[in-house]
């Protein structure tokens, strides 16, 4: 059974700071992996989705990697700002399934101004 | 044009009620999904709809819970019995296609349940 795990669950940094959040699994066996930001009564919005074939992608200020056959995935959030503060999800798609989605319990981050 | 609506945003209900909710999903999305957030828990997938295909409902955690949604339009979730394990944030999203691996899933903002 695939399992999610992020660390850290919370994490509190200052204005400015560069930031690293983790996603590990346990299943290589995966379509793609997906880091959703979810904000207080506003659903999860999707941030970037990794294809089981590709290291990373890239929007912005956000950098995802994927190291798959280690069941591994970072988010890097550059000059982080108070608007970043939110739960970051990790999701990852199970080969087999076509459309689940496996959530990680998520990390609440806050950015201090 | 709009996102995935979801109503009510909040319902609170007495242990024992029946509640109904509601997904609108994207227009021309073929594909809904239902998932409960429990507290300090991930999002757990409860059901599938995938245009007019059988739907996939393993995730479903008892006979009290069930889901219908007509054509590609409308679902909704319902919960007979309620218990208050049953409290969570009830969210459902929708894609294009739901196959392939490559589609993303788009949530609505989700109906949070409180049950008493």
């Known amino acids: 059974k695939q399992e999610v795990t992020q660390i850290p669950a919370a994490l509190s940094v200052p204005e400015g700071e560069n930031l690293v959040l983790n996603c590990s699994f346990t299943?290589?066996?995966?379509?793609?992996l997906q880091w959703f930001r979810q904000d207080p009564g506003k659903g999860l919005t999707s941030l970037l989705l990794?294809?089981?074939?590709?290291r990373e992608q890239t929007s912005g200020r956000l950098n995802a990697s994927l190291d798959k056959s280690s069941g591994r995935s970072t988010l890097y959030i550059a000059a982080s700002q108070p608007g970043d503060s939110a739960t970051y999800l990790c999701a990852v798609r199970p080969r087999g399934s076509n459309y689940k989605l496996t959530f990680g319990k998520g990390t609440l981050l806050t950015v201090n101004p | 044009g709009a996102g995935v609506s979801q109503s009510p945003s909040n319902k609170v209900t007495e242990k024992g009620k029946d509640v109904e909710l509601r997904c609108d999903p994207i227009?021309?999305?073929?594909?809904l999904y239902w998932y409960r957030q429990r507290l300090g828990q991930g999002l757990e997938f409860l059901i599938y709809f995938q245009g007019n295909s059988a739907p996939d409902k393993s995730g479903l955690p008892s006979d009290r819970f069930s889901a219908e949604r007509t054509g590609e339009s409308v679902s909704t979730l319902t919960i007979q019995r309620t218990q208050q394990e049953d409290s969570a944030v009830y969210l459902c999203?929708?894609?294009?296609w739901g196959s392939g691996g490559t589609d993303t899933q788009y949530f609505g903002p989700g109906t949070r349940l409180t049950v008493l």
């Open positions: 999203a929708s894609s294009p």
């Open positions: 990794i294809q089981s074939s590709q």
């Open positions: 227009s021309g999305h073929t594909a």
């Open positions: 299943d290589s066996a995966i379509y793609n």
